[in-house]
């Protein structure tokens, strides 16, 4: 595929014409190992004018594409919802406040840093406001009209705690998405394969886990290419076709590299400051920061590595299945097309 169709193809999931061949080919070598976990933003939606908190960051193949050149690639072909009927009118109406259309003062290399508002009514938070992430199949929030939750694990490193996550998933039959680098994949193979045997989605996490948006398309390719690569070394299979970036950091050139590379790009709606090891706050705090703030359609972001996040996770997951919470799949998120058109149409009304 050429990079004038490749730059049409942008141009029209973007809505402009002003976009020129930028997308390169692949190929340019991935960077020095970097694990560091950057901020990201959760800013308390009751108290609007208060300064948002600094906290950070840190599935079945998905289409051959992941494991391609770019200039090979084609959007991901998974199909979101296809396990149950979703209803788009309802999941529109119970939707947050949200872009539909992306704002034209957001420039193509943006840096932008995730961020999302929470509340204490359990009700979906609004988030990001300036980028329709329907546009690039990016996600922060899954179903919000039933009672759905999609949970997730970072994976930049191994503390001690992943082993017994699993046995707490597996006793509470709940299953779970796992983000992984390739230092994991390498360092951790007999864990990868646990996640793999027990029926958990593994994501791909970038290679050395660097800020998406400050590479060039192709060192981009290479970093998410490189982690399927090393998973499927290892596995015998591709790693499952959702993207979480390093440290929440994006750009609109960054969304549209890995949806143009087959990727689901995951963000989420419910985390809390979990993963300095030297400073966790404990099981109660962990307990608490799951169960106040969950809410239909969340995505619930956890670091593995927190001792906090492995004490509390079994009566978390009591506790909400006792509230009438169903852990879903990744591959059971709505189709990012259809929520875009139910929300157009419902905004039309």
Not at 34 to 42: G, K, M, N, R, W
Not at 248 to 272: C, K, N, P, V
Request: negative net charge; proline residues 6%; contains cysteine.
């Amino acid at each position: 595929m050429t990079q004038s169709v490749l730059a049409a193809i942008v141009s029209m999931c973007l809505g402009t014409s002003q976009l020129s061949a930028f997308v390169a080919l692949p190929g340019a070598p991935a960077g020095p190992l970097t694990v560091e976990l950057a901020p990201y933003v959760v800013q308390e939606e009751q108290e609007p004018a208060q300064t948002p908190l600094t906290s950070q960051e840190t599935p079945a193949a998905p289409p051959s594409a992941a494991q391609t050149n770019l200039g090979e690639n084609t959007p991901s072909t998974s199909e979101h919802g296809a396990s149950e009927e979703i209803d788009y009118a309802a999941l529109a109406a119970s939707f947050p406040s949200t872009p539909l259309v992306t704002s034209s003062l957001v420039a193509l290399d943006d840096s932008k840093s995730w961020w999302f508002s929470r509340n204490t009514t359990k009700t979906p938070p609004t988030a990001q406001n300036d980028i329709c992430l329907f546009d690039f199949d990016a996600y922060y929030l899954g179903d919000t009209s039933e009672k759905n939750i999609y949970l997730t694990f970072d994976e930049g490193y191994e503390n001690g705690y992943t082993a017994q996550i699993l046995d707490i998933l597996k006793a509470n039959d709940v299953q779970a998405a796992f983000f992984v680098t390739v230092p994991y994949i390498e360092q951790e193979p007999d864990l990868v394969k646990r996640m793999v045997a027990e029926g958990h989605v593994v994501g791909n996490h970038s290679d050395t886990h660097p800020r998406m948006s400050t590479l060039s398309e192709a060192d981009m390719a290479a970093e998410i290419n490189n982690c399927n690569a090393a998973f499927e070394a290892l596995t015998g299979r591709s790693i499952d076709p959702f993207f979480r970036p390093p440290e929440g950091e994006y750009s609109i050139r960054s969304l549209t590299q890995t949806h143009l590379m087959g990727y689901d790009t995951i963000f989420w709606s419910l985390a809390y400051q979990d993963w300095d090891v030297n400073n966790q706050p404990g099981k109660d705090a962990a307990y608490h920061s799951a169960v106040d703030y969950v809410h239909n359609g969340a995505i619930v972001l956890l670091h593995a590595v927190s001792q906090s996040n492995t004490e509390a996770l079994d009566d978390v997951l009591k506790t909400l299945k006792a509230e009438g919470y169903q852990f879903k799949s990744l591959y059971d998120l709505p189709d990012a097309h259809l929520m875009l058109e139910a929300l157009q149409k419902q905004q039309a009304q």
